[in-house]
C-alpha cells in the first residue's frame, strides 16, 4: 500500500480527523483533502493533524472555476485562498477544476482558463504549490470543465511555461481518449497527481456520480498505469470515488475494497514498467 | 429550407407515410430514415414511397455494433443487409455507429471496427452507399461506439481508402473537441453527413436523450456550420434530435420549432462561408 492515497471524497461522510485515523489504521500513507471539509475542521489545525498523522497529502482539491467572466477578479482572489491552504497543509498540489462555459463560445472559455491560470503560477511557484490542470472528461465540458483532453492540457502548460503548472492524469477523464497513451509519454514529469477511478455503466442519473471503485467499470489500470510509470511518475495512486452505493457503505468496508483494488488492479499497473 | 433534412427520431411517433407527409407539407425537402420503422413500413413500400413523395434521403440509421468478438459474423451480415435496404432507399449514406466496448481492451475494439468497415467497404461501394463512420461523444465510448474524435475516424478512413468510407459530423458529438475545426478542415469533401442537436444541461438520466433542438443548449451552430461549409460540405444539415420532451410534443409544432431552428441558428453557419 506504499503507493495508495485515499482521496476524501470516497468516504466523505468521515471527519478530517476520522480519514486521517482510518488512513492509519488501515496502513494508507496519504490523502487527498477537499477545501470544504478542511475549512470545516479549520485548515491549521488540519495541518496540524496531517503533521501528527506522519500522512502525505497528495492532493488538495480543488481550486479553479475560472470560466465566468463576470467575476474572473474573486475567482483569482478564491484561488490564492485555495494555494495558501494548500501550501499550508504541505499538499503536494492544487487540483484545477477549470469551470464550464457561460455562453456558447468555448473558445473564448478556454482562453480565460488560459489567462487565469498564467496569472496563478506565480503566486503558486512562490509558495511551492503545483497547480494540477485536470482535464476532464468531455460529458462535463459545459456545466464543469472546459479542458477537455490531455493534450489540451499539456498544450496549455507549455504555453504557461511555468514548473507550478502541471497535470492531474485521471483515469476516468482520459480512459477513452485515443490519444492516451501518446500523451501521458508527453507529459512526464509535468504528471503533478495519478488520479484514479472507474468508469461505470449504465451512468446513473447524475453523471458526476459515475465513478466507481477500480474493477466496477470499464477501465483498464493495467495499461493507464504502465504509461504512467513509463513516463516518469513515482508517486501516488489516489482514489477518487464518486459513487451513490460507496457514499452509502460503512467506511470500513470502504477501505478494505479500495486497498484491495489497488492492490489488484492499480498497483500492478504501476509496477509492470520497473518489472519489465 | 432547402437544406433541412428531418431524422425520423426528432418526430418518432410518426409512421414513415405521415413522416413522409409531414415533410411535404411544411416544405422540408429530405429525411432521414431508421431501419426499424422503415422494416415495419417495408423497405420496398418505403423506397416507393419516398421517390413518389420527391424527399431526398439524406441517410439510413443505422449499420455498426462491429466490437463484439462473439458475433462478427453476425454483424457483417446484418450491415450488409443495412447497405442493401440503404441502396433501395436511394440513401445518401449509412450511418455507423461502431458499437460499445465489450471487455476492458478498448485498442482491440477499435481495431475491430476498422476490420469489419474495411471488409465492408467493397460492399458498399459496390451498391453506391456511402457508410458514414459516427465519432460519438466520449460519453458513448463504453457502451455505444468506440470511434471517440473526428481525427480517430478520418485516420479510419484513411488507412481503409476507400471512397465508399466517409465520416458523420454530428455536432453533438464533436462540439466539445478542441481540434473540431481543424479536423473538419482535414475532412474535406469525405463528410459524407451534417447532423445537428444541442448539447443540454442538466443532462437527462437517459445521457442518449440529451440532445436537444438547436437553441436549446450550449454548441455554437454559427462556427460549426461555417467550418462544415468552408471544407465544401454543401449537403443537408440533418436535425436529429433525442428529447423526451421534443418527443412529448405535437410533431406539428415539433416541425415548426425545427424549422425556426434551422433558419435561425444552423443555416446561417452553413451559409456564412458563402457570403463571407
Given at each position: 500500500?506504499?503507493?495508495?492515497?485515499?482521496?476524501?471524497?470516497?468516504?466523505?461522510?468521515?471527519?478530517?480527523?476520522?480519514?486521517?485515523?482510518?488512513?492509519?489504521?488501515?496502513?494508507?500513507?496519504?490523502v487527498g483533502l477537499w477545501r470544504d471539509p478542511v475549512q470545516?475542521?479549520?485548515?491549521?489545525?488540519?495541518?496540524?493533524?496531517?503533521?501528527?498523522?506522519?500522512?502525505?497529502?497528495?492532493?488538495?482539491?480543488?481550486?479553479?472555476?475560472?470560466?465566468?467572466?463576470?467575476?474572473?477578479?474573486?475567482?483569482?482572489?478564491?484561488?490564492?485562498?485555495?494555494?495558501?491552504?494548500?501550501?499550508?497543509?504541505?499538499?503536494?498540489?492544487?487540483?484545477?477544476?477549470?469551470?464550464?462555459?457561460?455562453?456558447?463560445?468555448?473558445?473564448?472559455?478556454?482562453?480565460?482558463?488560459?489567462?487565469?491560470?498564467?496569472?496563478?503560477?506565480?503566486?503558486?511557484?512562490?509558495?511551492?504549490?503545483?497547480?494540477?490542470?485536470?482535464?476532464?472528461?468531455?460529458?462535463?465540458?459545459?456545466?464543469?470543465?472546459?479542458?477537455?483532453?490531455?493534450?489540451?492540457?499539456?498544450?496549455?502548460?507549455?504555453?504557461?511555461?511555468?514548473?507550478?503548472?502541471?497535470?492531474?492524469?485521471?483515469?476516468?477523464?482520459?480512459?477513452?481518449?485515443?490519444?492516451?497513451?501518446?500523451?501521458?509519454?508527453?507529459?512526464?514529469?509535468?504528471?503533478?497527481?495519478?488520479?484514479?477511478?472507474?468508469?461505470?455503466?449504465?451512468?446513473?442519473?447524475?453523471?458526476?456520480?459515475?465513478?466507481?471503485?477500480?474493477?466496477?467499470?470499464?477501465?483498464?489500470?493495467?495499461?493507464?498505469?504502465?504509461?504512467?510509470?513509463?513516463?516518469?511518475?513515482?508517486?501516488?495512486?489516489?482514489?477518487?470515488?464518486?459513487?451513490?452505493?460507496?457514499?452509502?457503505?460503512?467506511?470500513?468496508?470502504?477501505?478494505?475494497?479500495v486497498i484491495r483494488a489497488h492492490?489488484?488492479?492499480?498497483?500492478?499497473?504501476?509496477?509492470?514498467?520497473?518489472?519489465?
Amino acid at each position: 500500500m506504499n503507493r495508495l492515497s485515499m482521496n476524501q471524497m470516497t468516504v466523505r461522510s468521515l471527519t478530517v480527523p476520522q480519514l486521517l485515523d482510518a488512513c492509519q489504521r488501515h496502513g494508507v500513507p496519504a490523502v487527498g483533502l477537499w477545501r470544504d471539509p478542511v475549512q470545516t475542521n479549520g485548515v491549521t489545525k488540519t495541518a496540524h493533524q496531517v503533521r501528527e498523522s506522519g500522512l502525505q497529502v497528495t492532493s488538495l482539491c480543488r481550486g479553479g472555476f475560472l470560466t465566468n467572466p463576470a467575476n474572473q477578479p474573486e475567482a483569482l482572489a478564491d484561488n490564492r485562498r485555495a494555494i495558501d491552504e494548500a501550501a499550508e497543509l504541505g499538499a503536494q498540489s492544487l487540483v484545477l477544476v477549470v469551470g464550464g462555459l457561460f455562453d456558447r463560445d468555448l473558445p473564448a472559455a478556454r482562453t480565460r482558463v488560459a489567462d487565469a491560470v498564467a496569472q496563478l503560477a506565480p503566486y503558486a511557484a512562490e509558495r511551492d504549490v503545483i497547480l494540477a490542470l485536470e482535464p476532464m472528461h468531455p460529458v462535463f465540458c459545459a456545466d464543469r470543465g472546459v479542458l477537455s483532453t490531455l493534450k489540451q492540457a499539456l498544450d496549455m502548460v507549455e504555453a504557461i511555461g511555468s514548473p507550478a503548472v502541471r497535470v492531474v492524469v485521471d483515469t476516468v477523464h482520459v480512459w477513452w481518449d485515443p490519444e492516451v497513451e501518446v500523451q501521458i509519454a508527453r507529459a512526464g514529469e509535468r504528471i503533478a497527481l495519478y488520479q484514479v477511478c472507474d468508469w461505470i455503466t449504465p451512468l446513473p442519473a447524475d453523471v458526476l456520480a459515475g465513478r466507481g471503485i477500480p474493477g466496477q467499470g470499464h477501465i483498464d489500470f493495467g495499461v493507464l498505469g504502465e504509461c504512467v510509470a513509463a513516463a516518469g511518475y513515482s508517486g501516488f495512486a489516489e482514489v477518487e470515488v464518486f459513487h451513490e452505493e460507496v457514499w452509502a457503505a460503512d467506511p470500513e468496508e470502504v477501505f478494505a475494497r479500495v486497498i484491495r483494488a489497488h492492490r489488484e488492479l492499480v498497483l500492478p499497473g504501476l509496477e509492470r514498467h520497473l518489472s519489465g
